[in-house]
């Protein structure tokens, strides 16, 4: 069983491009949350999406960020014009059910130059 | 709102010898509770959980974690620590039918021979 698969594991970007962090969740899981963890620091909730559906995003930053899980394919976080405070190990967790145990990815540490 | 407290950042401990790790949240009702495991460059790997029934919760590798609601606590034990223990560890409190979990800071755990 292929558990939460991210890619790509390690991004490097220059001020202003765009990343995109894929994630695909646990075969049977259709609940993706993404967290963003700061050195030294816990991991901090940005969003949450079923298939489709954003269903709370009250973590993320109104503005560059944005997230979508189609219908087919993997959940991507995107963020728009990178500024050096975006650098960060950003994490995608699945579970099959939102009162169920969240099962979390390798994460994709993204560097900012 | 939520909130969990790791008041130890750093534990050292001697392989062989026992461990107990320190969790307090805050909420109003009976929350979700579990313990992650992260190390170095990797994801985040469930060791345990607390939803509700038996306080004293086991978990793999031989963790376990009591909940004891009248202090706000679930901490982590494990009998005898071995050096592959060696990682990051978070505790993270959830809401039932809500969605984000949160984190806190970690403990970074050190074994030495």
């Known amino acids: 069983n292929a558990g939460v698969m991210q890619n790509p594991r390690h991004l490097v970007r220059r001020r202003g491009q765009e990343a995109r962090l894929r994630c695909s969740p646990m075969?049977?899981?259709?609940?993706v949350y993404w967290y963003r963890q700061l050195p030294e620091e816990g991991l901090k909730f940005m969003v949450y999406?079923?298939?489709?559906?954003?269903?709370?995003e009250s973590g993320m930053p109104k503005e560059r960020f944005s997230a979508e899980f189609p219908k087919e394919g993997p959940s991507i976080l995107r963020i728009q014009q990178v500024v050096r405070g975006d650098s960060a190990a950003y994490f995608c967790?699945?579970?099959?059910?939102?009162?169920?145990?969240?099962?979390f990815g390798d994460g994709t540490r993204l560097s900012i130059l | 709102a939520q909130s969990v407290t790791q008041p130890d950042i750093h534990i050292t401990v001697s392989e062989g010898a026992s461990l107990e790790l320190r969790c307090n949240y805050s909420?109003?009702?009976?929350?979700?509770l579990f313990w992650y495991v992260q190390s170095p460059g990797q994801g985040l790997q469930l060791l345990l959980k607390y939803f509700s029934g038996d306080t004293l919760v086991q978990g793999i590798k031989g963790f376990e974690a009591e909940f004891k609601r009248s202090q706000s606590s679930f901490n982590l034990r494990k009998p005898s620590v071995h050096w592959s223990d060696a990682a990051e560890y978070f505790c993270a409190v959830g809401a039932p039918g809500n969605t984000p979990l949160v984190f806190g800071k970690g403990t970074r755990l050190s074994v030495i021979a």
């Open positions: 909420y109003g009702a009976t929350p979700y």
């Open positions: 075969k049977g899981h259709s609940h």
């Open positions: 967790a699945s579970s099959t059910d939102i009162n169920q145990p969240q099962h």
């Open positions: 999406l079923q298939k489709e559906n954003i269903i709370d």
